[in-house]
């Protein structure tokens, strides 16, 4: 990556059913991760009518983390360890998979019954190499749980690991930082400056990084010292997120994230021989092994 904000220009399109879509920023070509951040999604915005909503069968993930963070709406998680959380705006769902997990992801009954709308972000961070078998954990950290932090024009919440001399409850592997910021129109905001690469992703707004011009649903990512502010043109809401650089490549596939083909290999045929535990509550449906 270069010193200068590159635009991630290559975003993907996924509907996930009853017009739920959700855009696929990481990985790309021109960024396969920037620190721990291997893979970012943006959810919505998307409007439930009654009777509809979010259902992601069971399914597996090895090597990694997963961070949901909601806007709108609220999602049942349901794992292989009998956790059960529904997370809505402004708390934190952070699922270690390590050696292995498998959850699912649905609207809980009430928010079905009465139609939602859900918007959001969910991303996976690779763990390192030491800790990609580590013992599997999920943990939920409520809103007034975590670091929350104003500086002119700008408020923010440090969701996971440190910045601005902060540091979020939820446990994190490796050197990091994910945040959400509310900026007014004109205000500057210094990105943190312990972390060697950066990301912003706007998710409401309009935002100038350096001399580069970021829109809603957009994102760029930079690397190295000096990070150039980010500068909301209008009342904004953005996703900074980082950290140091990966110990080395990662290998994705599927919903499994090593830094070993063999491993994956081994993921995938435990996936098939149903040898991975079983959701407790969700023991009905899988997702299948993808051919």
Known sequence: MQTLPTLIDKS???DLGDGFVVRRLLPVLTARHLGPFVFYDHMGPTDFAPGKGLDVRPHP???LATV??????SIRHRDSLGSVADITPGAVNWMTAGRGIVHSERTPPEARMRGQRMHGIQVWVALPRDH????????????QSLPRMRQPGAELVLIAGTAYG??????????MFLIEARLDAGAE????????????????????WGDLGLMSAQMAVQA????????????SRVMLFGGAPLDGERHLWWNFVSSSLERIELAKAD???????????DEEEFIPLPV
Do not use: C, M, Y
Request: hydrophobic residues 45%.
């Open 12 to 14: 993907r399109l996924h």
């Open 189 to 208: 905001l210094a990105l943190p400056d312990e972390h060697a690469e950066r990301g912003v992703h706007v998710i409401e707004g309009e935002v100038a």
């Open 61 to 63: 993930h090895i090597g």
């Open 68 to 73: 949901t963070w909601l806007f709108d709406g």
């Open 224 to 235: 190295g010292a000096p990070a150039p502010a980010v500068r909301a043109k209008t009342n």
């Open 166 to 175: 902060h540091a979020s409850p939820v446990k994190v592997f490796a050197p």
């Open 271 to 281: 996936w098939l021989a149903q040898r991975f535990a079983k959701v407790a509550g």
């Open 132 to 143: 990609e078998e580590t013992e599997p954990a999920f943990h939920h950290h409520d809103a």
